[in-house]
């Protein structure tokens, strides 16, 4: 579950990115984000996983509020939330295989554990067939999934995803549309920053329009709503 | 910390020296081209140390005692010198005794003091060392005064002079290789801050998945400390073989002089040892400062 209450956030050069945002989104929802560009659509995703710090306002994620925890709690607040980007973030040098085991290995998974895990979701994504692949051997919706396997393998109860089909094509983009359903079908809650208008309003799912650092809208199964 | 985790660090460190060679290249020729400086400049001073300290170990008052003195006078003599605050070691020198090594200093040519055995002209000598060589001057003056004495020798002036110049030589040396080393640390600190560089993909991906800082610090803290082992290798390498290579060449030179060089061993481990640790040192700090930027989350 993820609560905010008045949310405000000013950047040290002036910028006001968020002007008193309150939402809630329970746990298994599946929420999208939507907003023209600087409109602070990014900074609320950050809120989330406390890249950034709110100026004022309560950020409640399972209970937590982020803007008390101190910075050596992150990384056990991160471990419950996936977190998926619009170029992947894949390390070049390691295996498909050993890029999505590399989260589990950075908080001290036992290997047979690892071993278990990873192979279950390169199943989940469709890519087990190219575990010892390399991310330049893939195409990017490949890439993309990849990344997807990586953000859920430690079984978060949040995945948040930042334009995540921002960098593909059309028909690539349904795919990763495919295998979010499938996860938030499991009861992982959903939070996914896009711009894709026709995802939007063909698989319908709450819609929270940020517009000028406030919510303009939210809706349930809404539209997209902005001329693209 | 767990096993597995400490062998992934391990792992982790040792394949990053492989992605990264030329990095890894740059950053161990630093550490050896530092070492290796530091390593002469070691073996330098330690043996200069080493010298300043026999001259200085060589340094003793000789007190003569006054021709007329009784056998009882001299046990006199001998009690008070013993008695004085500083002094070490009164050792006596009979004139025969006296005579004996002077004919044997000359070698040869010696013999022809022989001729003196008859009458001896020299003077019975009392031989005294201060616990501090610093110390000399002042107990040669208290020396002085005391009854039966006749000449007392030091050296004066000379020994100042030495105690001076081994100073300043000690004094300068050291300052030069506090400098070399924060040359070094600072090379090493800047190459691996590119090695990082060239890795914070890999840090900015283990923050997102939730790595603790001190997990994200360990590889490459072993990594520092891989380059400066790995770096202080050669330096050993070469500063022992030329040190053994010119201890073999001057070692018999020197014999019977002041000048005796620090024996190869155990001389040689020791200074292994010191640029082992060094290298260490300077490679995990250069690294954990370099580290510490990129980890504020």
């Known amino acids: 579950m993820i609560e905010m209450q008045d949310v405000y956030k000013t950047y040290p050069n002036g910028v006001i990115a968020l002007n008193g945002i309150s939402v809630r989104i329970k746990q298994g929802e599946f929420v999208y984000v939507v907003g023209p560009s600087g409109a602070g659509k990014s900074t609320f995703i950050k809120m989330m996983y406390r890249e950034e710090k709110p100026t004022s306002g309560k950020i409640m994620i399972n209970g937590v509020n982020l803007a008390n925890i101190k910075d050596s709690k992150v990384p056990l607040l991160r471990r419950n939330i996936g977190i998926v980007f619009q170029d992947f973030k894949l390390l070049p040098k390691l295996t498909v295989y050993e890029n999505v085991a590399f989260a589990l290995e950075v908080i001290e998974e036992s290997p047979k554990n690892i071993r278990k895990r990873v192979m279950e979701v390169l199943d989940l994504v469709r890519l087990k067939h190219k575990a010892r692949f390399y991310p330049n051997e893939l195409s990017g919706g490949e890439q993309q999934r990849v990344s997807i396997a990586r953000s859920i393998v430690n079984n978060p109860s949040i995945v948040i995803a930042d334009e995540p089909t921002g960098n593909l094509d059309p028909d690539t983009s349904w795919e990763i549309m495919d295998i979010f359903e499938r996860i938030n079908d499991r009861g992982t809650t959903i939070v996914m920053a896009t711009h894709n208008r026709e995802i939007v309003n063909t698989i319908r799912k709450r819609v929270i329009a940020i517009e000028r650092g406030k919510i303009a809208r939210d809706e349930v199964k809404g539209e997209y709503g902005y001329e693209t | ?297």
């Open chain 2, 1 to 297: 910390m767990k096993l597995n985790t400490l062998r992934r660090h391990f792992r982790e460190s040792l394949k990053s020296l492989g992605r990264n060679g030329w990095m890894t290249f740059a950053s161990i020729s630093a550490v050896t081209v530092t070492l290796l400086l530091v390593g002469v400049f070691l073996v330098i001073m330690l043996n200069i140390q080493h010298i300043t300290k026999q001259i200085e170990r060589d340094v003793e008052i000789r007190v003569h005692v006054d021709l007329s003195a009784t056998e009882a006078d001299k046990d006199a003599l001998r009690a008070k010198l013993e008695a004085l605050s500083g002094v070490e070691k009164v050792t006596y020198s009979s004139k025969d005794e006296e005579l004996q090594k002077l004919i044997e200093s000359f070698g040869e040519d010696g013999k022809s003091f022989r001729l003196f055995e008859q009458d001896n002209p020299l003077s019975d000598v009392f031989i005294v060392k201060a616990k501090n060589p610093l110390d000399t001057e002042k107990i040669a003056k208290q020396i002085e005064p005391l009854p039966s004495v006749g000449k007392v020798k030091y050296g004066k002036g000379q020994i100042e002079k030495l105690f001076a110049a081994t100073k300043t030589i000690r004094n300068i040396g050291l300052a030069l290789i506090i400098g070399l080393l924060f040359t070094a640390m600072f090379l090493i600190s800047n190459t691996i801050k590119i090695t990082i560089f060239a890795r914070r993909r890999e840090i900015e991906i283990m923050r997102l998945v939730g790595a603790t800082n001190g997990f994200i610090r360990w590889p490459f803290f072993l990594e520092g400390l891989w380059l400066g082992i790995f770096g202080s290798v050669i330096p050993i390498a070469i500063v022992l073989s030329a040190y053994s290579y010119v201890f073999d060449l001057l070692y018999p030179k020197l014999k019977n002089t002041f000048f005796q060089l620090l024996p190869f061993y155990p001389f040689a481990w020791q200074l292994a040892a010191v640029l082992v640790l060094l290298g260490a040192c300077i490679g995990m700090w250069g690294s954990m400062m370099s580290v510490r930027r990129f980890l504020k989350v």
